[in-house]
């Protein structure tokens, strides 16, 4: 009977998944997707790689169509990750939705063993602990992290199997396979050393060496180290500077490390939304009150470290950026380059595990509490639908829009050239749009490349940035983005086709973009003084399945 309720219930929880991801499926091009960090540049990335040539390519190799082949191969990332080869061998809305759907299955099953076994064991709270793993499996998570996050739940199953018992061949399936669907700097590094650290508070609390769980972690993390082969010899084997060695982040004062420990607390993460703020936080407030009031610090204990855990990752990370590092920073450079903040990605796992141990407290305060508890997963789990991708950015261009095809290819026919013989930029609009389409960009959104490069670029863009602080500090202090920033347009670069702006005192260093090969500008506006800047206006691009006017302007 038990096993029967089981299976109906995740049979529930798989009809719930399906429809949430069935938009992704049913519209594919025409789906709404997020932008920021996905359609402006991983989506464009793969595709790149995989029509460069370079899927195999050495850990010296470059990318010859991102600034003049002076992007690095291992940029990209290794070829023994699945979702390179999804977007390899698939348009890039099937890989999409594949990926997605991978990524919330594991999530589902991940979360879900973990309570079961180890966290609220116990038939009864079978409710709670398929509730709340769908919960986990529905949150917006940064598509391109893949199970970096989401993954976290199965491997801390895995773990916990192999601390408690000695594990089974299932749990090391279980970490060998995780690192082909994960980055280490994107989630597991600080799930890796966490776990050391669990390893190294049992043996200080006399629970012996247990070699098995230390061995468990040395595997995944040789695993993650064979996979990620290309990031392990760009650490260790240091070329020319990058752009990574301008990066400064402790700048903030203290009130303002404040605010944003606050920030992240309330409200999370654009990288790790956990969307936690409306019911998961009050139950939790709730669940401690219920702890202090009837002093269950010791029955609950794994309840209060998770409560006290996850203020302490969002202190971490808001006074990560505290200008009181800078004495540090400045001896130990990597403390700029790596971004420790993202311990901070350990709280998808556990803010819904602690959610969890939060209602099953409530629940058994009386009858009343109990059904209260399960409304509350309802409700969260109805409010995580909202946040489906379809809904939260139906406002922006849908795919098909965003990439424009059909009118990228017309203006490459305009061009009539080879897009290998020329180099074109982009205003008003993300280079990885050019970039999906074939064009050969000067301007590129990507997380390391030449520092010598940058400074290059930059002459393009001085006057510019003289005139406007807030780009300037983008550009010089991080610079991921190499974009033709202007000092009126600002960090504004998805300007749609119905906008009525113009550019009016555009000032760009023309002489050095022919320098580096650039012959032509799409620009979402209109320049009006085109010719100081010695461009010329050669023809206007409209489409009805574009998100983009383009005002194409060739160097005289």
């Known amino acids: 009977m038990a096993i029967k309720k089981e299976r109906r219930y995740i049979l529930f929880a798989f009809i719930v998944l399906a429809v949430y991801l069935s938009p992704l499926f049913i519209l594919q091009e025409n789906a709404h997707i997020r932008v920021h960090d ?31 082949g002076q992007l690095s191969r291992n940029a990209f990332g290794t070829e023994y990750s699945l979702i390179v080869w999804l977007y390899a061998l698939f ?78 061949w299932k749990d090391y399936l279980v970490l060998t396979l995780l690192p082909l669907y994960a980055s280490i700097v994107l989630g597991f590094f600080f799930f890796l050393s966490a776990m050391g650290i669990f390893w190294l508070t049992d043996f200080l609390r006399g629970k012996g060496w247990n070699l098995r769980f230390l061995f468990s972690i040395a595997y995944m993390s040789f695993i993650f180290m064979i996979v990620e ?50 019911f998961i936080l009050p139950a939790t407030f709730i669940a401690i009150y219920l702890v202090y009031s009837k002093r269950l610090w010791k029955q609950e204990k794994w309840f209060v470290f998770l409560f006290g855990l996850n203020l302490v990752l969002s202190l971490w990370y808001a006074f990560w950026f505290y200008e009181g590092w800078l004495p540090l920073t400045k001896r130990f450079h990597f403390m700029d380059t790596f971004n420790f903040a993202r311990y901070h990605f350990l709280r998808p796992l556990v803010i819904y595990t602690s959610f969890a141990l939060a209602l099953k407290i409530i629940s058994l305060q009386g009858i009343s509490w109990a059904k209260m508890a399960k409304w509350v997963i309802v ?49 008003g609009i993300h280079p990885a749009i050019s970039q999906y389409n074939g064009f050969y960009t000067l301007d590129t959104y990507n997380n390391f490349y030449p520092l010598s490069y940058k400074h290059q670029f930059r002459k393009i863009i001085e006057k510019e940035l003289a005139e406007n602080k807030t780009i300037r500090n983008y550009f010089d202090q991080w610079g991921g983005r190499c974009y033709i920033f202007t000092a009126q347009l600002g960090k504004r670069y998805m300007i749609k086709k119905d906008s009525k702006r113009h550019l009016k005192k555009l000032q760009l260093n023309t002489d050095v973009f022919k320098e580096m090969g650039g012959r032509y500008i799409f620009s979402a506006i209109p320049i009006d003084n085109a010719a100081e800047n010695s461009i010329k206006l050669d023809k206007i691009f409209e489409s009805k399945t574009s998100a983009w006017k383009i005002y194409l302007y060739k160097t005289l």
């Open 38 to 68: 996905n359609l402006d540049s991983n989506l464009a990335w793969y595709k790149v790689l995989a029509r460069s040539g370079e899927m195999f390519g050495g850990v010296n190799g470059v990318i010859p169509q991102i600034i003049n």
């Open 91 to 168: 348009p890039t809305m099937i890989a999409y939705g594949l990926s997605q759907t991978i990524t919330r299955i594991a999530a589902f099953v991940g979360m879900y063993l973990l309570l079961k076994k180890h966290l609220l064991p116990g038939e009864r709270w079978l409710p709670l602990q398929i509730g709340s793993a769908l919960a986990f499996a529905l949150t917006p998570f940064w598509p391109s992290g893949m199970l970096s996050t989401l993954g976290i739940p199965l491997a801390l199953w895995a773990f916990l199997n192999i601390r408690n018992d000695g594990g089974t």
């Open 229 to 278: 082969y290309r990031l392990v010899f760009s650490f260790l084997y240091k070329g020319e500077p990058n752009s990574r060695d301008e990066y400064f982040h402790a700048q903030l004062p203290f009130w303002s490390a404040v605010r944003l420990f606050v920030k992240n607390y309330l409200l999370g993460h654009t990288h790790v939304m956990t969307v936690h703020s409306l």
């Open 379 to 427: 409700m969260q789990i109805l409010f995580l639908g909202l946040f489906n991708d379809e809904i939260i950015y139906r406002q922006k261009p849908n795919v098909k829009e965003f990439f424009a095809e059909e009118m990228f290819h017309e203006i490459k026919n305009h061009i009539g050239l080879k897009q290998e013989e020329y180099r074109i930029a982009s205003i």
